[in-house]
């Protein structure tokens, strides 16, 4: 589950192909799913990693194609929303 700390997506925005951070806390180690969707909901990236207890961060790429793009992490029944806009 989620800490009350939200999910940070940075930079935001970010240039075609960079690196793209993603900072989140859980109260409890466990797997969690990160996926980047495009504006319409299509999955274009996916990601299973184990969560650590505390902090964490994940470096993902960003999409090449500009455009406004949300990444969603779930975790058990916990889910974040960000939107990204990638130029």
């Known amino acids: 589950a989620f800490s009350q700390t939200s999910m940070q997506v940075f930079p935001n925005p970010i240039v075609n192909g960079s690196s793209l951070q993603v900072q989140y806390q859980l109260k409890e180690a466990g797997p969690i799913e990160l996926d980047i969707l495009d504006s319409r909901g299509n999955q ?27 990444i ?6 916990e ?8 130029n």
């Open 44 to 70: 274009i990236q996916n990601r299973r990693v184990s969560g650590y207890n505390g902090s964490n961060r994940l470096q993902i790429q960003a999409p090449q194609t500009s455009g406004l793009y949300f």
């Open 79 to 86: 889910i974040q929303t960000r939107k990204v806009i990638v």
């Open 72 to 77: 969603r992490l779930t975790t058990g029944q």
